[in-house]
C-alpha cells in the first residue's frame, strides 16, 4: 500500500499484518480519487472508519488542506499516528480514538469530504450516512465517499444526493453530494 499521487507519492504506508483489516487496494484508491479529483484541493477531509490512515494521507498529499481521521480500534490509532509522522503529516491532520458516531455528536466542525469505509456486513453504513446528513457535517457541495462490499442499503438520506456508483471487483464506490439548500 502506497501513496499513488502528490507531494508524497510513491511513499510506502504501514500496513497490519495478520489482523483482519480490509485495506482500500491500490487500484480502489486511484479509481476513487479519480471520481473525486476536482474535489480534494483545498479540502477539509473527515475518515470515519480511518484503518491505517491511506484514504486520508492520499487526500492530502493530492492538496487536501487538513484532515481528522477516527478510528474506535487502538492499533488502528497507532498505525495512523506513525503513517502520519512518517509523512510528515502532523500539522495537516487530527487523529482521535473514538468510534465516528460519539465524534459526531459534538463535532463543530464541517468537512467537504467525509471517507465512509466502514467493516463490512456489520450495518454501519446507513447509521453513518444518516448521521453525516442528521448532524449537518458537510459544508455546501461537500461529498461523501463510501465504500462498501454490497448495495444492499437505502440509498435515499436526508440533504444526501447519490451522484456515482461504480463496481471495482467486489468493491463498490458510492459518491454522495450534499444538496444545495
Not at 476536482?38 to 488542506?65: H, K, Q, W, Y
Not at 455528536?105 to 464541517?110: A, D, E
Amino acid at each position: 500500500m502506497r501513496i499513488i499521487s502528490g507531494s508524497r507519492r510513491g511513499h510506502k504506508l504501514h500496513e497490519f499484518e495478520g489482523y483482519d483489516v480490509r485495506p482500500t487496494t491500490d487500484r480502489v484508491k486511484e479509481s476513487i480519487f479519480n471520481l473525486i479529483q476536482n474535489d480534494v484541493a483545498g479540502a477539509r477531509v473527515l475518515d470515519m472508519f480511518a484503518g491505517t490512515g491511506a484514504l486520508s494521507f492520499e487526500a492530502i498529499s493530492r492538496g487536501a488542506e487538513y484532515a481528522v481521521l477516527l478510528d474506535s480500534d487502538k492499533r488502528s490509532v497507532e498505525l495512523i499516528k506513525k503513517n502520519m509522522r512518517e509523512l510528515r503529516f502532523e500539522d495537516l491532520c487530527e487523529v482521535r480514538e473514538t468510534s465516528c458516531f460519539d465524534y459526531v455528536k459534538s463535532c463543530s466542525q464541517k468537512f467537504d469530504i467525509i471517507f465512509l469505509d466502514p467493516p463490512y456486513n456489520k450495518g454501519y453504513i446507513e447509521p453513518a450516512l444518516t448521521a453525516i446528513s442528521e448532524y449537518g457535517l458537510l459544508n455546501e457541495s461537500a461529498i461523501v465517499l463510501l465504500e462498501s462490499d454490497n448495495t444492499d442499503f437505502k440509498n435515499e438520506f436526508p440533504g444526501l444526493t447519490m451522484e456515482k456508483q461504480r463496481r471495482y471487483g467486489r468493491t463498490f464506490v458510492t459518491v454522495y453530494r450534499r444538496e444545495e439548500s
